[in-house]
C-alpha cells in the first residue's frame, strides 16, 4: 500500500473518532448547562475547552460561545472542532478513493454537505440536533467501514487510527476529573460524555463512585471504549501490519514497542492502586499516543527521499562540459 494512502486512512480513522467523541462530550456538558442551574458556565466551558487541548479565550463563555469555538470553529488546528474533524477526514477520503469504498466516500461527503444547513438550524434552535446528527453519522461511517471494506492494511490503518484518537480521548476525560470527590456528580457526567452510563450500570449494579468509574474506564475488557480494549486492538491492528505477530524476538517496532508496554501496565495493574498517582499514570498514557503516532509516521507514513542514478548525473555532466568547449 502506498505510504499517502495508508496516512490517508489512518487519519479518516482518528477524525471521524474525533469527532464523534468531541460530538458525545459537548452534548452532555450542553444539557448540563440548560438542566443545572448551580453550574458556573464559564468555567464548566473552560474545562471542556481544556480536555480538547484547545486553548480558552480571554471573554466570558456561555453555551452559544462554547459551542462556536468546539462545535463550528473552522480556525482551530489539527481539526480539533467538529466540523473541522469531518472537514480533515472527507479530504483524506478524497486523497484516498481507490482505497476507500464508494460508500464511506458518500457518507464522508453527504456528512461534510450537510454541515452548513445544519448550524443554522443549530443556531435558531440549540445544539443538540446538530450534535446528534454527528454521532449518528460517525456510527454510520463505523457501520460501512465493518461491513464494506476488505480486513487488508488499510482496513487495519484505519482501525489502529480509530483506537489511538480513542485511548488519547478518553484519558482526556478522566484527566479532567482528577481531583474530584468519589461522590462527585461529575462522574456521571463523564461516563455519559463517553457513551459508557447505561453499560457501567449494568457492569456494577447501579453502585456509583470514583474508583469503579475509573476502574470501567480503563481496565475494562468487554467495552469497546475502555482504554484497555483500545490499546488491545490498536495493538493486534499494529501486530497484524507487521504480518508477524508471532515474533519470536518480540516487539521490533518502536510502536509496537509503546502499545504493548502500555497495554502490559494496566492488564497487570491492581484495581484498588488506579487511584494512586492517577493524573501521573493518564499522563503517561497521553504521551504514548504522542509517541505512537509519531513512531507510526517514522515507520509507514514518511516516504524515502528521492535517490537519482549516479551514472547519469555524471554524464549529463560530462555533455555539458563537451558542449561549451
Known amino acids: 500500500m502506498l505510504a499517502r494512502n495508508a496516512e490517508s486512512l489512518y487519519w479518516i480513522g482518528r477524525y471521524v473518532e474525533r469527532a464523534d467523541d468531541t460530538a458525545r462530550i459537548l452534548d452532555v456538558t450542553v444539557h448540563q448547562l440548560l438542566e443545572d442551574s448551580n453550574v458556573d458556565p464559564d468555567q464548566a ?15 466570558r463563555l456561555d453555551m452559544w460561545s462554547l459551542t462556536d469555538i468546539v462545535a463550528f470553529s473552522r ?10 474533524a469531518i472537514s480533515a477526514a472527507r479530504e483524506n477520503a478524497r486523497g484516498a478513493r481507490e482505497v ?53 492494511d488499510g482496513y487495519r490503518f484505519m482501525v489502529l487510527g480509530r483506537a ?6 478518553i484519558v482526556r476525560l478522566l484527566l479532567s476529573r482528577v481531583g474530584d470527590s468519589g461522590s462527585s456528580p461529575a462522574w456521571v457526567t463523564l461516563l455519559r460524555s463517553a457513551g459508557a452510563h447505561d453499560t457501567y450500570l449494568r457492569t456494577y449494579r447501579g453502585a456509583l463512585d470514583a474508583g469503579r468509574v475509573v476502574e470501567f474506564m480503563l481496565l475494562d475488557r468487554l467495552f469497546p471504549r475502555s482504554i484497555f480494549y483500545s490499546l488491545r486492538l490498536a495493538e493486534h491492528s499494529l501486530d497484524e501490519l507487521q504480518n508477524s505477530p508471532h515474533s519470536r524476538v518480540g516487539a521490533t517496532a518502536e ?8 497495554r502490559s501496565e494496566l492488564e497487570f495493574l491492581q484495581p484498588g492502586a488506579l487511584l494512586e498517582s492517577l493524573e501521573m499514570r493518564l499522563a503517561a498514557l497521553q504521551k504514548t499516543c504522542r509517541d505512537v503516532g509519531e513512531a507510526l509516521a517514522l515507520q509507514y507514513f514518511h ?10 548525473g555524471r554524464s549529463s555532466a560530462l555533455v555539458i562540459e563537451e558542449g561549451e568547449l
Open 45 to 59: 466551558s473552560r474545562t471542556l475547552l481544556r480536555v480538547l487541548g484547545i486553548e480558552p479565550p480571554a471573554e
Open 75 to 84: 480556525d482551530t488546528y489539527g481539526g480539533t472542532s467538529i466540523v473541522g
Open 100 to 152: 476507500t469504498s464508494t460508500e464511506i466516500w458518500e457518507c464522508l461527503n453527504t456528512t461534510y454537505n450537510a454541515l452548513a444547513e445544519r448550524e443554522r438550524t443549530a443556531r435558531r434552535l440549540g445544539p443538540h440536533q446538530f450534535l446528534s446528527y454527528v454521532e449518528g453519522r460517525a456510527a454510520m461511517f463505523a457501520g460501512l467501514a465493518d461491513s464494506t471494506l476488505s480486513r487488508d
Open 164 to 169: 489511538i484518537e480513542r485511548v488519547d480521548m
Open 255 to 262: 510502536a509496537q514497542r509503546l502499545l504493548g508496554r502500555a
Open 303 to 312: 516516504s524515502a527521499p528521492w535517490v537519482g542514478w549516479t551514472d547519469a
